[in-house]
């Protein structure tokens, strides 16, 4: 949950937005310097090293989820403790798990039913072609300098990739015109993204709707990205809200102490998307209830619903017993409120034959008798 403050000023970046204004950084007794985590990749990085991951087969998939802390200005979908999911593919440098990370999250949004979104990507280029790319941009900047915000007048030398995604109007305009990262690219960076934009047209024979541009205003805001950097968001939105991003940090866990090793992943933050699925109703969480509810009438046959639910529990069916006291009809009630696939019928008249009713409650099935043994009853509710 959190971590020394150290590991997301290297990681992430100092000059970034959430390591100067966004994290919850406090001091522990021992004097040290701890923050509650505002991102998971850095962590994660951590951990590949503290745990010797390197040494199983690469690249190693993993996820995340759970909460993480933003000192941001709360709106609608944004809090500051929020609930993040993400994953990560470390080891492995080919353009293949680029477009696989991709293809993820592509299907997860799908899966939702979230429809109408787009997907946005870029290739900001390594260590050994983003400098030219940078100075590039500040020359470019500093000839707008009297244009863009004063967000942007401050952090042009130190930063000068965050000037390309200010949210403001007039700095919008400004970036549209700016030097493009993928005219900059090295040999193997210009071969890595001529690679995932074919992989990606290979995507479309599964996702006919998979429309991608490619932006280079697109930069993500932390300092560990490198090459790929992609976006999923509404199309309505144009850019201002973001549902699901990542990209490549082959940098990053070198840069906190590791020995040099690829890695990409991508992180969606759990409210936005649930206020995105609200917003547009398409899914409806399956509602699962129990295999059956036993309805009983009597004391003894409430004392056979506990011992026959105890048995089906352990046999591996899940089983509510109606609430005692009840009318058959108030616990029939209950069985349908439940959800219930089935309702098993107690009385005197079933104790005295041995043979309990089985009601089928999803659809127009015949009831049956059976036999009030828990092989019987499971195997009945197991469709055999
Ligand atoms: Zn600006
Ligand atoms: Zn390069």
């Not at 994660?44 to 909460?67: F, K, S």
Request: charged share 25%; hydrophobic share 35%.
């Amino acid at each position: 949950m959190f971590e020394p403050t150290d590991l997301f000023e290297r990681g992430v970046g100092d000059a970034t937005d959430i390591v100067q204004k966004e994290m919850y950084t406090f001091e522990d007794h021992g004097g040290d310097s701890l923050t509650l985590r505002p991102e998971g990749t850095a962590g994660v990085c951590r951990a590949y090293i503290e745990h010797g991951l390197h040494n199983q087969p690469q690249p190693v998939r993993m996820y995340y989820t759970g909460p993480y802390f933003r000192y941001e200005r709360p709106q609608a979908g944004r809090f500051r403790q929020l609930r993040q999911f993400g994953i990560e593919a470390i080891g492995d440098g080919s353009p293949n798990v680029d477009v696989e990370v991709i293809e993820l999250g592509w299907s997860y949004i799908r899966s939702l039913n979230i429809t109408g979104t787009t997907l946005r990507v870029n290739s900001i280029g390594d260590s050994e072609c983003r400098p030219a790319y940078l100075d590039a941009l500040r020359e470019y900047y500093r000839g707008h300098i009297d244009e863009v915000c004063d967000d942007d007048r401050q952090r042009l030398e130190r930063a000068p990739l965050r000037l390309l995604d200010c949210k403001k109007t007039q700095c919008q305009r400004i970036g549209d015109a700016a030097p493009k990262s993928t005219d900059f690219l090295c040999d193997d960076c210009e071969a890595h993204w001529i690679s995932v934009i074919v992989l990606l047209d290979g995507l479309k024979d599964t996702y006919p709707d998979l429309v991608y541009s490619i932006d280079h205003r697109l930069v993500r805001g932390l300092d560990y990205y490198t090459r790929t950097v992609f976006e999923i968001e509404p199309e309505r939105t144009a850019g201002q809200s973001t549902l699901l991003g990542g990209g490549r940090y082959d940098g990053l866990i070198e840069e906190i102490g590791g020995v040099p090793t690829p890695g990409i992943g991508f992180a969606l933050g759990l409210d936005r998307i649930i206020s995105e699925v609200k917003s547009q109703k398409g899914f409806v969480p399956p509602e699962i209830g129990p295999d059956v509810v036993i309805v009983h009438l009597g004391d003894e046959a409430r004392l056979r619903a506990s011992a026959l639910a105890a048995g089906l529990r352990d046999d591996g069916i899940k089983v509510l017993v109606a609430p005692a006291g009840r009318s058959m009809r108030a616990q029939m009630r209950y069985s349908n409120s439940m959800n219930a696939r089935y309702a098993l019928i107690i009385g005197d008249r079933e104790l005295e034959s041995g043979e309990g009713s089985l009601r089928p409650l999803q659809d127009d099935g015949d009831q049956s008798e059976v036999p009030l043994t828990v092989e019987v009853i499971a195997k009945a509710l197991r469709g055999g």
